[in-house]
């Protein structure tokens, strides 16, 4: 499992895809195996197309200058982004 984060390249896929398979990597099940009913679903918590176009170059080919994007997902804190790294982290306990 994923201790202190972990960071993913993602190689120019997709950012959904890139969060799907982190995910399915830190909980060592196929990126296939990562669905309803044991795991939740990415479109439960995030519309996958519209995290790839946030991520995607603009209407004129250039690069978006920065950003980042988080969200909490099967359980982890998940950040992406600019340059298509995905960051795991596991929450932490809060006391009471």
């Known amino acids: 499992m994923v201790e202190g984060g972990d960071s ?11 969060v799907v398979e982190a995910v399915a ?21 995030v519309d996958p ?11 004129n080919n250039t690069r978006r200058p920065r950003g ?8 982890f804190d998940v950040t992406v982004d600019r340059d298509g790294r995905v960051t795991l982290e596991e929450p932490t306990e809060q006391a009471e």
């Not at 197309?49 to 209407?59: E, I, N, P, T, Y």
């Not at 980042?68 to 359980?75: A, E, G, I, K, Q």
Request: aromatic letters at 8%.
């Open 8 to 18: 993913v390249d993602t190689d120019e896929r997709p950012p959904s895809q890139a």
């Open 25 to 45: 990597e830190a909980e060592d099940v196929r990126p296939t195996d990562l669905a309803p009913p044991e795991y939740e679903s990415l479109h439960a918590v």
């Open 49 to 59: 197309a519209a995290l790839d176009a946030l991520f995607a170059d603009r209407s």
């Open 68 to 75: 980042t994007v988080s969200f909490r997902f099967c359980d």
